[in-house]
């Protein structure tokens, strides 16, 4: 295999990563604060089309970011108000947001279904980029690749170093006993809940802005359902997000050129690889932690929460 | 500001009430939504296309209930899950295996005819939906896997293994390559119940399987006990009701209904298996079992509900040039709609101006 190759496997992981990275970053802070919002691929899809409608309209891939960002809050805000005010099951709301956002996102798009908009490209900066090896390893990603990178570390100083983090997983393991002392339960979950939205919309936007220069209504493909399998994997953990999005990601790029090379196998059992190691490496989890029980896990996870005072 | 007030006892008039608030919520956002989206188009005459030119037609309203059969056979299944807290999310991958299974079994006598070939093929699809279904079953008992995802992830799996089966062994011989099964025959088609429509003994099943249920849930132990482990799994656990069995027990029963009901499909409307066969059923049968509360016999209402946005969705696809994800739109917000209007059944809304939140 040649020097090239290699580095287009690499990047071709990370922007196959990038995307996972962000909903799951953004679902683990939502499950950290206690709720369990089964939406995530519906706001993907959301992000993904605002992304795509401003880049068409305006070139600017800032906007467009910027617009995924607020359509994945605005969608998300729709199940914070059920969830955390009308007190409404989250399992549910979580489905029927999957189902809204994947039907209003093909509905508002349909008018752009045969348009093209110019990818975001790999960042390159001269010489720095040129370097032999650490040019490209170090240097040749695309910039929302290392946003995405960013977010995660952002992530864990957040929850781990700051007090409001701190808060914010008391919530997630006992609402009644962080209610009593004073803190206000329901509005740390909301902001948790529209950055997971946040999130979610830049995740989704990552698909029609850097992925394929198009888009489609079917386009997530079942990448919120991974990015929420990954944070199980990463048992709430932050860093351990990026690890499984690398794991899927590296899946997805070596099926995707096993089906260039000539594999006598039908593309549609390759095109199975991801979603069946998604279960593998749920199984694979729970064997190795088969002895203690999950105490990263948060106690609260998908309880409903009510003040009574 | 809103502040819930809890009620003494849950409001009888509002357990009515608040599905009918629902629709006429949803029905007024769409109109909002619809207005502002399509400048181009009447959006009243949309919503007559929508939900009152199938009712006023025959032949609209045998398609309406040609697609709640297989809503009700899903829904009553996952309905028997959601009560004991075990999420089957995937009847679609279980209905799509379960079309697969008893229509390799079809396909395979394809020239043998006889009265024996429908069931044989329905015990072939419910056993290949029970099995599909198992697989979450096992690794949620074995291995405490989230059977959310788990059956998530099968369902991609098992529409892609349909279009490989439609590529491969299952693909119509004399088909000029087209990734379709050859057309079943007549002994392995459902009977018409309806002279003229496409309307089969599917929904006579489906209603009948409907009251079965009733009955199972209000005169058996199994019943009781899928309901006190949803509701309190440590008071079920006290009881001496076994976790392993109610989940093995919801998923295999939910699995193998939704796999009949992909058999259904697939000897019934379509009469040949296509890349089609999965219609998004087991997602919306979801919104079915949660609008019916969960109870069999109100299911069949509410997949009458669903199953008129999905034929008012096919219309203005038709007549419109309109996506039929306008669909999916109605169905999520009517679920949306839905379990904020619950909430009045257990709490009263009272507004605030100014609230003293903290003590």
Known sequence: ?309 | MIRLIPRTEPSKAMIFLSPLLALVLTALTAFFIFTFILTDIEVSSVFFTLFVEPLIDTYYISELLVKAAPLIMIALGLSIGFRAGVWNIGAEGQYVIGGITGGAVGLYFYNVEGFWLIPLMSIAAILGGMLYAGIAAFLKTKFQVNEILVTLMLTYVAVLFLSAMLQGPMRNPSGFNFPESRLFHDSALLPIIWQGTRLNVGLIVAIMLSFLTWFGIKKHLSGLQIKISGSAPRAAKFAGFDDKQTIWFSLLISGGVAGLAGLFEAIGPAGQITPGLPQFYGFTAIIVAFLARLHPIAIIFSSLLIALTYLGGENVQIYFNLPSSITNIFQGMLLFYFLACDILIQYKIVLFKTVQQRL
């Open chain 1, 1 to 309: 295999m040649n020097e090239g190759l290699v580095f287009a496997i690499i990047i071709g992981i990370s922007i196959a990563s990038a995307p996972l990275i962000f909903a799951a970053i953004g679902e683990l802070v939502v499950e950290r604060s206690g709720v369990l919002n089964l939406g995530v691929e519906g706001m993907m899809i959301v992000g993904a089309l605002a992304g795509f409608v401003v880049e068409f309209h305006t070139e600017s891939s800032l906007l467009a970011v910027l617009a995924a960002l607020l359509a994945g809050m605005a969608i998300a805000s729709i199940f914070a108000f059920l969830t955390q005010i009308l007190l409404t099951n989250h399992v549910a709301t979580g489905l029927a947001l999957t189902l809204f956002g994947l039907g209003i996102a093909a509905f508002v798009g349909r008018s752009y279904t045969e348009e093209n908009i110019e990818l975001i490209s790999e960042i390159h900066i001269p010489l720095i980029s040129d370097l032999p090896i650490i040019g490209p390893l170090l240097f040749g990603y695309n910039p929302l690749v290392y946003l995405a990178f960013i977010m995660v570390f952002l992530v864990w100083w957040f929850l781990f170093k700051t007090k409001q983090g701190l808060i914010l997983r008391a919530i997630g393991d006992n609402h009644d006993a962080a209610h009593a002392i004073g803190h206000n339960v329901i509005r740390y979950r909301v902001l948790a809940i529209l950055f997971g939205g946040a999130m979610a919309g830049i995740g989704g936007a990552f698909l029609s802005l850097v992925q394929v220069p198009i888009w489609g209504e079917d386009m997530t493909a079942g990448r919120g359902w991974i990015a929420l399998a990954l944070v199980v994997f990463s048992s709430w953990q932050p860093f351990k997000v990026i690890l499984g999005a690398l794991i899927f990601g590296g899946i997805t790029v070596i099926q995707l050129h096993a089906q260039g090379f000539d594999i006598r196998i039908s593309a549609a059992y390759m095109s199975m690889l991801p979603y069946l190691a998604t279960i593998v490496i749920l199984v694979s989890l729970r064997i190795r932690d088969k002895n203690k029980t999950n105490r990263t896990m948060p106690n609260c996870l998908g309880r409903i929460f009510h003040s009574t005072t």
